[in-house]
């Protein structure tokens, strides 16, 4: 059984900064992409950044310049550094991670952390 775990969420100020964490825990093998989404009331849940195996990154238009994602291979962790926040970064972020396991065969299945609020404001 595999889960993943998000911390760091919370409330601040507009301009302020908020670093979300989310671990991956189980019988892992390997992890390939690492992603964070976000999902605002009433709206569809968005990515907000991904991470790739090889550590190559891509974002949002909304958060290029402000947001960083990070990864720690070893920890099977997921980070993403939230700077010069606005009230429309207010959401829910979900952690993503495609995860390979071992059920009558090695396969990569495709997880989902609770979520954590992120709050903003203005």
């Known amino acids: 059984q595999v889960q993943l775990v998000e911390s760091g969420g919370g409330s601040v100020q507009a301009g302020g900064s908020l670093r979300l964490s989310c671990v991956a825990s189980?019988?892992?093998?390997?992890?390939?992409?690492m992603a964070w989404y976000r999902q605002a009331p009433g709206e569809q849940r968005e990515l907000v950044a991904i991470?790739?195996?090889?550590?190559?990154?891509d974002y949002a238009d909304s958060v290029k310049g402000r947001f960083t994602i990070s990864r720690d291979n070893a920890k099977n962790t997921v980070y993403l550094q939230m700077d010069s926040l606005k009230p429309e970064d207010t959401a829910v972020y979900y952690c993503?991670?495609?995860?390979?396991?071992?059920?009558?065969?090695?396969?990569?299945?495709?997880?989902w952390g609770q979520g954590t609020q992120v709050t903003v404001s203005s």
């Open positions: 991470i790739e195996s090889d550590s190559s990154t």
């Open positions: 189980g019988t892992i093998f390997s992890v390939d992409h």
């Open positions: 993503n991670a495609a995860v390979q396991i071992y059920y009558r065969d090695y396969r990569f299945l495709n997880y």
